[in-house]
């Protein structure tokens, strides 16, 4: 809504006056105003008349003070100056402090400012020949002020925070169902999920019922899973400590002293072989069935030495012979790498079974010993004890016994231990893995998954991000409740007040009319509250025939606003409104009153009805700007106002680019001669006939004119162009007539000829139509809105 009194800014204390607009110190890329600053003293006074030429700067200088006082930068954002180049600043003097615009903000003070222009008009009142239910919306906050405005804001706050929060609270319903589609059994509801309680230890009770609901899933593979095989374990050693110390008690003493004592005659020293000789005399044996020596082949006279052998190698050496043997080609085994070969293969295969276990039943592989360090200590040890052996093999019939012995089996023992080890741990994993086989019930699996699903949705439920979606429901919840109480309170409120203040409106609209003299007078009635916003409701009456102000497009047949009213009679109805409102609002000691050629359309009786009005405003107002393409309308405002309290200045250009912000002697615009000069120009150049010599010397005192009354700080009143341009010259570089001087020395130069006597030869002197016209149009250019 766009009304005279509708602003965000607190009303100042009592005790202070309300803060107005001092200058208009600096504008940059606002609508017309490429940039713009002021010229001499050319602030604004408790009243004060603009002047300004059509399409120079009116209405955007009404558009920013819009913008300051409601606090929307989007309105001079919107205006930025096409092909602009720098960001758009705006910089105010409102009453000791700034309001500046800049990087797309306002910062400073805001001034209560109402604005009737064509912008309120088209916001409130009418577009065109056109009334809309916007309109009627709008002009319904001009009809119930501030205090009805703050409950019509607030009520609608209220609905768009409700609409934002029944929003919120779909996107939450939708986040919560995504989870609850994913994270809960099928056909938990949204509210059975919130009202899920919060269970300690919650991961540990789903991991436990994940590797439940896995095991009963897999349970046909899983019963027929292969499972880790136990390593071969080595000899153990006590049996090898009694090889070491076996002997051959039945052997007669004769037999071993003889098989002894001929042994050692032939083990000469140093002489080795593969074959020891008690194996090589056993070897023998068997071919001593003859009469001759089955080592020699002589004949046998005497048997002795040969019965002596056959009752050393008897049955039991024999056996022990060959237990020797065995475990002497055990040990090759293990120097060949035939255990570490097999032991190796079951780590590998072990590996994968454990593996599948872990993955498919969640069952922890054992913890076992460094089986490859095992490895390498078992061929270390079977390697020492080979050669212990080979020596028991060389005489199997003596005990063997000592350190080395001891030694070799006890680096045996603990290489074994540790493989013994490892296996227990495996039988211990072996027994768990059975165990599970034989729980699983693949009729379960319904059920587990269930209660999974559960544990899932409860976990997921108290998740930090569910908590605070379900916190967010709770707060709208309540939100909601408090909003429908709120509403129904500010209705019942806004009720009461617009009736009060509809009756009282209408009749000093009427009365604005009849002063008017308007034909036709309104009938201003309780607003209609249908919809989600109020409207103001209204009838024209002419000749007391009531006229709706709203009618459909192609009913031209029917009586309308658009129809049974001229357009003086619209602009005096916009123009009744805002008087009428203005003058009701208790605030208006504290207000801005700013009017855009209010008179737009009016005949000659109501223009001197609004300079009455004006002056009136001008006495009742914090301040009164007015804004005016009309010279004669601002030389009426000037005679109506108290001169002490007026201020008059000009939107003027000075230089290319460049707006000035000047002051403005109404009285000496208006006189004839000087309107006379720039006119006459200004037909020149439309192609009416005047003596160019004429036009080319009025070029200079345009200028003189122009630029003495902008700045009479910089220029006493009777400077010649000359003057002008030196003084210029020295003046600061940001005087923003600067940007002026090429073209003042071109003009100087081009129209020196016609004000000083002729000179012969003199190419000055001749000039023709089209270069006179191109000055003439410079001139006009610099010097618009004097």
């Known amino acids: 809504m766009t009304g005279p009194a509708m602003t965000a800014a607190a009303p100042a204390p009592e ?25 001499g003293d050319a602030g604004f006074g408790s009243c004060t008349l603009v002047f300004g030429e059509n399409g120079w700067g009116k209405s955007t200088l009404a558009d920013i003070l819009r913008s300051l006082t409601t606090n929307n930068p989007a309105i001079v954002i919107g205006r930025k100056t096409l092909a602009g180049g720098p960001d758009q600043k705006v ?172 042994v050692a005659a032939h083990r000469g020293a140093g002489r080795k072989s593969e074959t020891t000789h008690e194996a090589w005399i056993e070897a023998g044996l068997a071919f001593a069935d003859g009469d001759d020596c089955p080592f020699c082949g002589q004949e046998l006279t005497d048997r002795t030495l040969v019965d002596a052998y056959k009752g050393f190698f008897g049955d039991t050496y024999k056996t022990l012979a060959a237990s020797i043997r065995k475990t002497r080609e055990t040990f090759a085994r293990y120097a060949n790498g035939d255990f570490r070969k097999t032991v190796e293969n079951l780590v590998r295969q072990n590996a994968g079974h454990f593996g599948y276990w872990s993955e498919a039943a969640q069952v922890d592989p054992p913890a076992l010993a460094d089986i490859a360090t095992a490895i390498t200590a078992m061929e270390a040890a079977a390697a020492r004890l080979d050669t212990v052996f080979q020596e028991k093999q060389a005489d199997l019939t003596a005990a063997l016994a000592g350190a080395a012995v001891d030694d070799a089996l006890a680096a045996w023992e603990d290489a074994r231990n540790t493989i013994v080890g490892a296996n227990a741990a495996l039988e211990t994993y072996l027994s768990r893995v059975k165990a599970l086989k034989d729980s699983i019930d693949p009729g379960y699996l319904p059920r587990l998954e269930n209660e999974l699903k559960t544990l899932q949705a409860t976990k997921r439920r108290h998740d930090q991000d569910i908590a605070e979606v379900a916190a967010k429901l709770d707060t709208h919840a309540s939100r909601k409740e408090a909003i429908a109480t709120e509403k129904a309170d500010l209705r019942k409120e806004l009720n009461d007040h617009g009736r009060a203040i509809t009756t009282e409106l209408g009749k000093s609209i009427n009365a604005y009319l009849g002063r008017l003299n308007a034909g036709f007078r309104i009938d201003y009635r309780e607003p209609d509250y249908r919809g989600k916003e109020p409207s103001a409701s209204y009838q024209i009456l002419i000749n007391d025939v009531p006229v709706t102000p709203r009618s459909a497009p192609e009913a031209l047949h029917e009586p309308s606003f658009r129809n049974t009213l001229s357009a003086g009679d619209k602009s005096t109805l916009a123009l009744a409104l805002f008087l009428a409102r203005i003058n009701a609002d208790p605030g208006l000691k504290d207000t801005i009153v700013v009017l855009d050629d209010p008179f737009t359309s009016l005949d000659n009786f109501r223009r001197q009805f609004t300079a009455i009005e004006i002056r009136k405003l001008c006495g009742r107002a914090a301040q009164t700007i007015v804004l005016s393409h009309d010279k004669n309308f601002l030389r009426l405002l000037w005679e109506k106002i108290d001169h002490s309290t007026l201020r008059s200045i000009a939107l003027q250009t000075g230089a290319p680019g460049v707006t000035t912000i000047a002051p403005f002697d109404i009285e000496a615009a208006t006189q004839p001669r000087h309107v006379t000069e720039r006119m006459k120009i200004e037909e020149y150049v439309e192609g009416e006939l005047h003596a160019p010599n004429y036009i080319r010397s009025r070029l200079r005192t345009v200028c003189e004119d122009f630029y003495r009354k902008g700045d009479p700080g910089l220029f006493h009143e009777a400077a010649s162009l000359e003057e002008i341009i030196r003084l210029l010259d020295a003046a600061p570089a940001d005087h923003p007539y600067k940007g002026a001087l090429e073209d003042l020395r071109d003009i100087n130069e081009y129209s020196r000829g016609d004000s000083h006597a002729a000179i012969g030869g003199n190419p000055s002197e001749e000039t023709s139509d089209e270069e006179l016209k191109g000055f003439c149009r410079k001139v006009l250019a610099l010097t618009r809105g004097m």
């Open 15 to 39: 005790t202070s006056p309300a803060p107005v607009l001092k200058e208009l110190k600096y504008v940059q890329n606002v609508g017309r105003f490429e940039k713009a600053g002021p010229t």
């Open 91 to 262: 910089v105010l003097r409102v009453g000791t402090q700034q309001a500046v615009f800049e990087r797309g903000a306002w910062t400073g003070p805001r001034p209560q400012i109402a604005i009737y222009d064509s912008v309120f008009i088209n916001e409130n009142v009418f577009s065109g020949d056109h009334v809309s239910a916007d309109h009627l919306k709008n002009q319904y906050g001009l009809v119930v002020g501030e205090e009805g405005v703050r409950r019509v804001r607030r009520i609608v706050a209220l609905d768009e925070e409700n609409r934002d929060i029944n929003a919120a609270v779909r996107a939450l319903e939708s986040q919560l169902d995504a989870v609850i589609r994913t994270a809960a059994p099928p056909g938990m509801k949204r509210d059975a999920f919130l009202a899920l309680q919060k269970r300690d230890h919650i991961d540990a009770a789903i991991t436990a019922k994940e590797t439940e609901v896995q095991r009963v899933r897999r349970a046909k593979e899983l019963k027929a899973a292969a499972e880790p095989q136990l390593f071969p374990v080595p000899t153990e050693t006590q049996r090898l400590r009694d090889l070491l110390g076996s002997t051959i008690e039945d052997v007669a003493e004769h037999a071993l002293a003889a098989v002894r004592t001929h």
